[in-house]
């Protein structure tokens, strides 16, 4: 009689089919890709496969998205205002934003809200703790979903003035520029009328200008040229 299957032939008989499966559906795909490019999606359908656009499936995350600790329990709460702003608030959402794994769709969906609250919370934090990195970023993602340009302004301005450590200062100038060139606004060239020639912050205003000018005129490369 011929020997038993053990437990490790059933493995390996289960990962060789599971890698044949694997290859199919790749060659599957790349065949679809390669015959079909102007079909792709519905191609990807009809085998199988469900399509989402990006936005759609954020969306989704952030409607099945629960709190899974009293920190997230009390900022929901927060946002929802059923707590009162406050610093232990505040604590908590910085908790949030230094957990190893944070409840990202759960706090994202606040922020495509442009929830009042939130917004508060994060002028809050600014206001006590001036050109902290995390809160100018949440403040610039909070403008993509209410436009509040002239706060993202004057809130990364006063950082940018106060800010004495040269490298973390480079890199303020840098998001300023980011946040705010959607809207047409020069941060680089306004911060430049704030610092005198030949000082330090100057010379890193001049830097940065010239090389955001130095991308802007590169030319696209073209793929297709061989």
Known sequence: MGRKAGKEDKDRIADEINRLKNETISDKIKEIFRTQPDNYISALEDIGFKYYEDDDFEEK?????????????DLVAF???RKPLSESVFVKFLAEHDAE??????IRRYFREANRNLKALILYGLDH???????????????????????VIKYYTQAC????????????????YWATNPDGYEALHALRELFAARTEKRTIIDFLIEEMEAEESEEPIDLLTP
Do not use: C
């Open 161 to 176: 003035v106060e800010q004495e450590n040269l490298q973390t200062f480079g890199e303020l100038a840098r998001e300023f």
């Open 129 to 151: 703790y001036p050109g902290r990195i995390d809160l100018l970023s949440d403040l610039a993602y909070f403008h993509e979903f209410e436009n509040m340009l002239s706060t």
């Open 101 to 106: 794994e944070p409840n990202v769709p759960l």
């Open 79 to 81: 946002f929802e205002g």
């Open 61 to 73: 995350e952030e409607r099945e998205a629960k709190p899974g600790n009293r920190n997230q329990r």
